[in-house]
């Protein structure tokens, strides 16, 4: 699989290149970043419009503000592609929704297939615990921009699934009683965290905590290359990892 891979000099660009090493079957044919430099030997350039290598595939891994000139490019050039960024804006995301009638489009909030299955987890339970206060609490690197996680409100919206009444109360701050329709969440920033989540459903005489820790970043590059396949065989439209993992 023939990968363009936008965002190369970044962290996670860079675990996607280690990913890609040591995974049969892909291969980089072209990369870009807006801080990036050309190379006719890497075939790496400065944006996306200077990118003529043909490719499979578009794994992004940049940020949120190239969300337009991303989808233009895919749209125009016929790629699918595997949106990894995270704080989109209502419109960026309406830029998503609308290229995902024109080509497969991936899109999630993380690319950790432990954290689809966790967000099915927090459905159900939500689900057998109705009248349970849930809070959601993430951790991650200091350097993080985003507040809360992508993730975080990932899971927010898996419950929201099953209490459509549901409010979220993000990053409590104010004295007064906890409302029962709210979900809190809330974020750490901390040295080198790689990201770990915690969601408690506690009913008063017992409480259910769910957790993942992802441990090293090679888990969402390696995600990212799961959904690279699994959009090469879709038809044009809007995939998540619980399309991947195949639940609900």
């Known amino acids: 699989m023939r990968i363009i891979l936008n965002g190369y000099t ?8 280690e990913a890609v090493e040591r995974t049969d079957g892909f291969e980089i044919v072209s990369s870009a970043a807006v801080n990036g430099t050309e190379n006719d030997v890497l075939h790496t350039h400065e944006s996306l419009d200077n990118v003529s290598e043909e490719a499979d595939v578009v794994i992004d891994f940049s940020n949120h503000l190239g969300t337009k000139d991303l989808m233009d490019f895919c749209v125009k050039h016929e790629l699918p592609v595997v949106v990894c960024t995270t704080g989109q804006s209502e419109e960026e995301k309406t830029m998503i929704a609308e290229a995902s009638a024109s080509i497969p489009v991936f899109f999630s909030a993380n690319m950790s297939l432990g954290i689809a299955v966790l967000s099915d987890l927090v459905k159900r339970a939500a689900a057998l615990f109705p009248n349970a206060d849930i809070e959601i609490v993430e951790m991650h690197h200091n350097q993080k921009l985003d507040v809360p996680s992508g993730t ?17 109360n993000i990053g409590r701050h104010e004295n007064g009683k ?56 879709q038809k044009p439209g809007l995939y998540t990892m619980k399309d991947l993992v195949g639940v609900e």
């Not at 970044?10 to 290149?17: L, S």
Request: glycine fraction near 10%.
């Open 10 to 17: 970044g962290r996670m660009g860079k675990m996607v290149q």
């Open 152 to 168: 975080a409100l990932m899971l927010a919206e898996s419950i929201k699934e099953v209490r459509s009444d549901a409010v979220y």
């Open 178 to 233: 906890r409302d029962a329709k709210e979900i809190g969440i809330h974020s750490l920033r901390m040295g080198n965290e790689v990201g770990t989540h915690t969601v408690y459903i506690r009913t008063g005489s017992e409480c259910l905590t769910l957790t993942h820790e992802a441990e090293s970043r090679a888990v969402f590059a390696d995600g990212a290359l799961k959904a690279a396949g699994y959009l090469l065989q």
